[in-house]
Each structure stands twice: as structure tokens, then as C-alpha cells.
């Protein structure tokens, strides 16, 4: 619960854990009634309270998710399939097809998207030849969001930019991408049209019986705003689970670099940046699967060292900027005196270097970015990480501790239209970590290295 200023309100809040389902063979799934259930979870325990502050004042209900996700539905709503997540890289052959028979650098113009298993073009063509009686019974394809809402309130809302992070909308005009369509064997009146206006629905929560629902939107958008990037001028170093770096900018990009995206996230602005896989999945498998020393902390705030092992994190598959779905991680020099510490040292390293590819990309399309701004999970449980993030950028890092931004962004974005006139709370920043000149020549050396084996043994 958030108020009128875009602060939480303390008590009512409330958190239901859940689990995806991974695999070997690219499986990155989520059961979407699951989902639901926790959804209504969490909604009867912050609404079914009591609470004397509540009765039916609660203006709005406003929702993120993961974006780029997809579920088949029938004609009445039900599930056809799990809910593919954008980590889910099954659908690699596909893409390798689509390249073939598609102009790329035309699609990622028109569309602001690759070619990539973590949009949907690759991913129905792939549903269409693995599962051809799934995909002949589907009669929608929709978003986990569009899936809850619909379960919520009997309408699957989409808003601009869960659309768009399906990879098939034009970026300039709003509208579904024919070309793209008839390529995936996919029909426009299977999606649901992007709205960005919220609509009043009986639901069986009387304090929610004045709300506005509005639509799902995706959590880079929100995430954005929740950490004040809500202009040209800051970069957001979304650090949870995956991770990004994103701009939010008036108007599209133009040109656009081929290994970035650019969503177009509502009737005038858009989103530029690139996303990477595994930041949070990859601080995490270190975690679960090395013997970590008791300091971790220190590990990170440790000098760099030429011992490090060299390391490119594509645990599930590579975004931006290189865009291999099939991607998989790759550990250098590891020697009999390389301990667990020093690899985890080095996957951090890694996922450090990954944004910086991303960087060197953006910062060209982008001019305007005077501060970059981190904000997320890791970087609140592992602050000293953003200062190998400094040191590899070559860029001042501000942190954003307010947790969960991409929470605070989603309430913001809905308070726009639910109490305009009421001014914000300002985000919460902690430390700037300023870059070491001492450690540049290190990690420019170490950059050009990453770059030489991921062209040897990830481009091919």
C-alpha cells in the first residue's frame, strides 16, 4: 500500500514467496495460477485487515510483472501452457530460422527489438512446431499480468509496455507488427490492445470497491521511475534477479544500436537499454553452489587482482548486447590455486562487464546521462559490488536504496492519474562510489579480454 505521496504504508504490506522451474534444456517456466494465487494472497492480507484506515479509500490497484512473458490461453481464459519467462531460451532454433529469413537490423528499427528467444516472434514459432495442438487451441496469447488481471477482474489489461516487450509492436506507430505476425503464425485479435488507462471493476474485496484497476505494465518501465530515471538525463542500473540499464527518453531512438532495445511505453515516451540475463540468478548460483568464505563483503571490496578468474555470466542465455540465447557461462583461468571466493569475485566481475558492454552502446544513443543511478536487490544486500560497477564503467554510481523501486515506480506511475497534484516523496539515494583511477588500466585490460573470449568461444 502506498499513499498519495508514493510512500508505503507501514502495515499493510505483505509477501508470498515463489519458485520458477529451470532446466538444462532452457526451461525457464512459472505456473501463472500459482502466480494468481499469491496475488489474491497478498491482496487479502493488505485489504482483509480490519484496518480503519482503509474502509473503501483505496484509489487504485496497479500492477508490474517480469516483462517479455508469455502463456497460451483458450477462448475462456484458461492456461494452456506455463508462463514462459524471458529467460526461457527453448525456442534458440527459431531464432537461428527467423534470421534467415528476416532483415534483422530492419525488424529491430521497426519493432525496437532483436531477433531473441526472450521476445515472442521465435518463442510461437517454436510453441507451433513442438506443441502444434497447443498453438492450433490457443485463442490469446497474453502476459502473466494480462493472465492475473483477467483472473482478478475479468479483463486481460495490457498496458503500452507489456506490449511492447513482446518484441512485436512498431515502436513509432503503436501498432502490431504485420511482418513479424505472419512470421510467428500469430494473428493481431490474439493480443490484447495496449491501453495506459486504468478502468473500474466489481471485485469480491470491498475495500478495493472504489479502486481504478489499471494495466499490467513491465517492471523495467516501472523500475525507472521507482528510482527517479524519469528522464534523459539518468541511467538506471536495475540490479534484481536480471538486470538492465535503461533510459527513459521522449520520443524513439534514432538510429538505434543493434545490440540495444528500445520500447516504446506509452503515446510518447520510450525506454532505451539492454538487459542481461543474470545479476541477481548469478550472485545467487555462487551462493548456493561454491563454499563461500564468511566475508563476502570483503571479497568485493578487495583491490582487483590479476588472479581472478575471467568470467562471462550467461547462466541462462545472453541479452544485450551480443543477443545469444543460447549463450552459457564460461570460466577463465582457473588454476589449482583458485579458491571459491576468487570465482565469486570473478562472476561479479563479470556481470560488471556485461553492463559496460551495454554502456558502450547506450552512451553514444544517449548523450544527455549525466548519473547513473543502481537500484535492486543486489545492491542492496551487496553494496561493495557497485564499486567494481564504478571501476568498470569509469563512471560515479549512485546508489538507491529504496527497496523495491520497481514497486514505489509502479504506485508513481498510477498516481499520475490518481492524485496529480500531490507532490512526491523524494526517492531514498545512499553512497556515490566514484570510480578509482588506479584500477583503470586494470580493468581495461581486463574488458579486452572478456571481449576476446566472448568472440572466441560465445559469438563463435
Known sequence: MHDAAGRRVHGLQHKVPHAFTVAPDGTSVIDPDGVTAEVEQVLDAVTVTGDPRLATRI????????????????????????????????????????????????????????????????????????????????????????????????QPLAG???????????????????????????????????????????????ALARAAWFPVITDGFASNLGSGATDATVLTAATATSG???????????????????????????????????????????????????????????????ATPLVLPYLTGERAPGWVGGARAVFGGVSAATDADALFRGIVEGVAMTYARVADELYPAAPGIV??????????????WLQVLADVLGRPVTHVTRRRATQRGTAL????????????????????????????????????????????????
Not at 503500452?160 to 503464425?185: F, I, P, Y
Not at 537499454?273 to 568464505?293: C, E, K, M, P
Not at 548519473?371 to 561493495?384: H, L, T
Open 59 to 154: 484509489a487504485g490497484v496497479a500492477m508490474d510483472t517480469f516483462a517479455a512473458s508469455l502463456i497460451a490461453v483458450d477462448a475462456a481464459g484458461r492456461a494452456l501452457t506455463p508462463c514462459l519467462t524471458y529467460a526461457d531460451s527453448r525456442s534458440a532454433d527459431a531464432v537461428t530460422a527467423l534470421r534467415e529469413e528476416l532483415d534483422e537490423h530492419a525488424v529491430q528499427q521497426r519493432t525496437g527489438t532483436r531477433l531473441h528467444t526472450s521476445y515472442h516472434a521465435p518463442r510461437l514459432r517454436w510453441l507451433a512446431h513442438t506443441q502444434p495442438r497447443v498453438f492450433a487451441a490457443a485463442a490469446g496469447w497474453w502476459s502473466l499480468g494480462e493472465y492475473v488481471l483477467a483472473r482478478l477482474v475479468g
Open 244 to 306: 538492465a540499464l535503461r533510459v527513459l527518453l521522449d520520443g524513439p531512438a534514432d538510429p538505434l544500436p543493434f545490440g540495444l532495445w528500445n520500447y516504446r511505453v506509452d503515446a510518447r515516451r520510450t525506454l532505451l537499454g539492454g538487459a542481461i540475463n543474470d545479476v541477481g540468478r548469478a550472485v545467487s548460483w555462487a551462493q548456493s553452489t561454491l563454499r563461500l568464505g564468511p566475508e563476502p563483503a570483503a571479497v568485493l571490496s578487495a583491490p582487483p587482482s590479476g
Open 371 to 384: 548519473q547513473v543511478a543502481a537500484a535492486g536487490r543486489v545492491s542492496n544486500d551487496r553494496p561493495e
Open 160 to 206: 503500452t509496455s507489456t506490449v511492447a516487450w513482446t518484441g512485436l509492436l512498431d515502436r513509432r506507430t503503436g501498432e502490431l507488427d504485420a511482418g513479424l505476425l505472419d512470421a510467428a503464425h500469430a494473428v493481431p485479435e490474439h493480443f490484447s490492445p495496449p491501453r495506459d488507462t486504468p478502468l473500474t471493476e466489481r471485485t469480491r474485496w470491498p
Open 413 to 460: 506511475l498510477a498516481l499520475d492519474t490518481l492524485a496529480p497534484d500531490v507532490p512526491r516523496a523524494a526517492r531514498a539515494t545512499g553512497r556515490t562510489y566514484e570510480p578509482r583511477p588506479a584500477h583503470a588500466d586494470h580493468y581495461a585490460e581486463r574488458r579486452a579480454r572478456f571481449a576476446g573470449m566472448y568472440d572466441a568461444l560465445v559469438r563463435g
